[in-house]
Structure formats: C-alpha cells, structure tokens
C-alpha cells in the first residue's frame, strides 16, 4: 500500500512531478474566505433568502402531490375491494342460481318418469285401436 504524499513547506522541487508542495496555504485559504466573504455577502444572503423560498415552495407542492396521490390510492384500494366484493356476491348468487336449476332438473326427470309409462301405454292403446279397426274392417268385409 502507497504512503499518502505529504504536503511541504520547503521549496518546490521538481524532481518527483507527483509531489504537490504549497506554501502558505492555510494562509491562502483563509484571505480567500474572507475577501469572498465581504464581496458577497449581501448577495449571498438574498441567495440564500431565495433558496429557501424555493425550497418551502417545492417542499409544499411535494406535499401537495403525496396527499394527492395517497387519496388517489385510496380510492383505488377502495374501488378494488368494492369490485372484489361484488364478484364474490355475484359468485355466490350465480352458484345459488345453479343448485337450483340443478334441483329443478331432477324434479323434472322424476316427473318425467311417470310421462316414459303414459308413452308406453299409449302404444299400447294405439296397438289395440289398430288391431280393433283392422278387425272391424275385416269383419265388415
């Protein structure tokens, strides 16, 4: 692992072009601060003024949106569990509805029971109207 550069207070040299030597920046640093301090410093706070109005105008306007989007979700919510709870009433009434065709089905196939025998005996009572004419016919003739 490499030894992190050291900054010098000697002369610069220029044999290692990596070397960063400075003189004096403490001092450099600080005069920097506090001529730009002085220059700006009405400006920089009507800067500031106007950065934290924008920043409350964005700041309720989010609030604005979140509340806006949390009753639209809300609704959504509300509006999917009315539709969830009608299909299962519906569900429900469709199945109801079901048994009974169901139970009306077999009632009617019972009751049909008793048309099978009135069918056979109507042949049968057709066969005997039929063997009656016939021997009707052939007695008149």
Request: hydrophobic share 35%.
């Amino acid at each position: 692992m490499q030894q992190p550069k050291k900054i010098s207070k000697e002369e610069p040299t220029t044999s290692d072009p990596h070397n960063v030597i400075v003189h004096n920046i403490e001092q450099k640093v600080r005069d920097l601060c506090i001529q730009s301090s002085q220059d700006e410093s009405p400006d920089l706070e009507a800067h500031a003024r106007s950065i934290s109005s924008n920043i409350d105008m964005v700041l309720r306007d989010l609030r604005g949106s979140l509340r806006g989007m949390s009753d639209l979700t809300l609704e959504s919510m509300q509006t999917f569990s009315s539709s969830i709870n009608s299909t299962c009433e519906n569900m429900d009434s469709t199945i109801k509805s079901m048994y009974t065709l169901l139970a009306k089905a077999e009632e009617l196939n019972s009751s049909m029971a008793n048309v099978h025998k009135l069918t056979q005996q109507i042949k049968d009572m057709k066969r005997l109207v039929d063997l009656f004419e016939t021997h009707f016919q052939n007695s008149l003739a």
